[in-house]
């Protein structure tokens, strides 16, 4: 089992930063992959980005690229999101999740969930 506590989250304004940070505690963290999604009021959850155990890979949504960056600090059992030029569209809860089983941009293959944290942008 690995649980997971989103933080971070707040209201800030258009071209904004914000950073996330998802400590988890439980079984080892760092032997697994993790990564954020989020869902928007009225939408469905999407993939935001993913990082291998050991940080080698990453994956970023077309939407976030350039804007987001993912990292994780594995003797902190930590994964950061940092989040630049924040827009509107930007606005969701935003999930951390970890140890997918199948494709990592697939929220259904994601055995482990936090809360979640509201990310909320101002025009």
């Known amino acids: 089992q690995v649980q997971l506590a989103e933080s971070g989250g707040g209201l800030v304004q258009a071209g904004g930063s914000l950073r996330l940070s998802c400590a988890a505690s439980?079984?080892?963290?760092?032997?697994?992959?993790a990564g954020w999604f989020r869902q928007a009021p009225g939408k469905e959850r999407e993939f935001v980005a993913v990082?291998?155990?050991?940080?080698?890979?990453?994956f970023y949504a077309d939407s976030v690229k350039g804007r987001f960056t993912i990292s994780r600090d594995n003797a902190k059992s930590t994964v950061y999101l940092q989040m630049n030029s924040l827009n509107v569209e930007d606005t969701a809860v935003y999930y951390c999740?970890?140890?997918?089983?199948?494709?990592?941009?697939?929220?259904?293959?994601?055995?482990?969930w936090g809360p979640g944290t509201q990310v909320t942008v101002a025009p």
């Open positions: 439980g079984r080892t963290f760092s032997t697994i992959p």
């Open positions: 999740a970890a140890d997918p089983e199948g494709s990592w941009q697939d929220g259904s293959a994601y055995a482990f």
């Open positions: 990082m291998s155990w050991s940080g080698g890979s990453t």
